[in-house]
């Protein structure tokens, strides 16, 4: 698991609408602000500053900055808000500058027509808005009533597309955090099993945060006359004390919950602590500068492999240089750079001896670092007419010839995708509205009609696909079929 910089741009999205009618003209601030009051409702919103975003450029025109507020004296921010009024879109970020989600103004007064148009007694219709990827056999999908875009709730589903069961969206909040392990699925601060029976519940003394892989990351903070420190630990959804709840793990981590963007499959990297913390292996590593890479129970900081639960180590600092890359695979560590005019890939055991190295020339690599599954990788190339792809194995060799991939930023909002091998293949735009996924052989297994943007790896032998248009919809990747989901 390579340690992601950029979210997954699919899953950002946290509240969609549906709509196609067009506006053209340009958004009037009036009627963005009676948009965004009723949208936001009971929160509070108020203009803001300028505020950091991850485009280079926040001073273009046309462009209107507010912040959502918990309470009336707007002393507490949830998040930023940042509307496009040429175009309409609104883009949600984090009080960290990442990217929450991103709807557009249209869709909300398509939605209050349709509410103050429907007729009494209408029959409720239920549509999938977001989807995520499959973990361990199960996904979620947030459904919404077509008679009240405000009416939201999650089905918990399996492989084939079989509702396990629903839950309803907490009105208060205005979202719900979910992390699935497969046993279990967290749903804001409860277990589930696939029945829809809570296994364990958070109580009200612990604060939670989830870090992937079915964990959950836990503070205690001291209440009453005495001064005591608080303390930490993380819990599986059985509620096993994984990294045990005490004063010695909240020092470490500062007494703070991570956010969400340090957590990622049950590791924890703690920006400015340098404290990594792996759940799945109940251990925490301190004095850490961040994690690069984490494969098979083993760790990859910097130039330094940890191995065995972190008491063995081995270092690969004699190949720095700058400019070169490290990452690990399944049985090996991977340095790549540039040398003498060559892309050059050396290959290591786990022990730090040099196995291969493998010298090509005549390409420029259009990507910083490479990213191994099942000692697989995409290998993105800068030709002279475009962008190529192919994927290489552990000891850089090409599994097919590079092929023509349309990958640049299409909005000029979001970043560039460098797609991962999944399952054995790796997506490709061919256009600016069809992703196709090919093979190790170069072969196309499945054409999807949607912007790269929208369609998620291949998980569970499933393909999730969030579009543009506020639909989504699953691919089995054996038939190329959509899958068939339970709504009701």
Known sequence: MKK????????????????????????????????????????????????????????????????????????????????????????????????????????????????????????????????????????????????????????????????????????????????????????????????????????????????????????????????????????????????????????????????????EDGIVDFEYKEVVVDANQGIYYEDMEGFTDYQNNMMLSGWILYKDRGTSTVDYGDYYEYGRNITLSDDAVIVSGMEEGDFVIWTFDLNGTLINENRIADIKVNQEELNYENGLSALYIEGVDGDYVTMIDEQGNFLFEPIHCYNHDFSDQIPIIYGEVSEGMIRVAVDETTTIFVDSNGKESVRIPANINCVGECENGRIAVNAETGECFYIDVETGENLSLEVE
């Open 4 to 263: 992601r910089v950029l979210v997954s741009v699919m899953f950002l999205c946290t509240m969609v609408l549906v709509g196609c009618n067009e506006k053209n003209e340009q958004w009037e601030k009036e009627e963005v602000e009676e948009l965004l009051e009723s949208y936001y409702e009971p929160y509070y919103f108020s203009e803001a500053a300028i505020i950091d975003t991850t485009d280079e450029d926040v001073y273009e025109p046309g462009v209107e900055f507010y912040s959502v507020f918990e309470d009336e004296d707007e002393q507490s921010v949830l998040f930023n808000v940042k509307v496009y009024t040429k175009t309409g879109k609104v883009e949600e970020i984090e009080l960290e500058g990442g990217l929450l989600g991103s709807y557009n103004l249209k869709d909300i007064g398509d939605a209050e027509v349709s509410e103050d148009t429907k007729k009494d007694g209408e029959e409720e219709t239920w549509i999938p808005v977001e989807g995520s990827s499959f973990h361990n056999g199960i996904a979620y999908v947030k459904m919404m009533n077509t008679n009240s875009s405000s009416d939201i709730r999650i089905n918990v589903i399996d492989v084939n597309g079989q509702k396990l069961f629903e839950y309803p969206q907490d009105s208060s909040s205005g979202y719900n955090s979910i992390d699935q392990e497969g046993e279990y699925i967290w749903i804001d601060n409860n277990a589930f099993d696939r029945n829809g029976e809570i296994i364990y519940s958070l109580s009200e003394k612990y604060q939670g945060q989830e870090i992937g892989n079915g964990y959950m990351m836990v503070l205690e903070q001291p209440s009453g006359y005495q001064q005591k420190t608080a303390k930490m630990g993380v819990i599986d959804g059985y509620g096993n004390e994984v990294i045990p709840v005490s004063e010695e793990f909240a020092k470490v981590c500062g007494e703070e919950l991570p956010y969400p963007k340090e957590c």
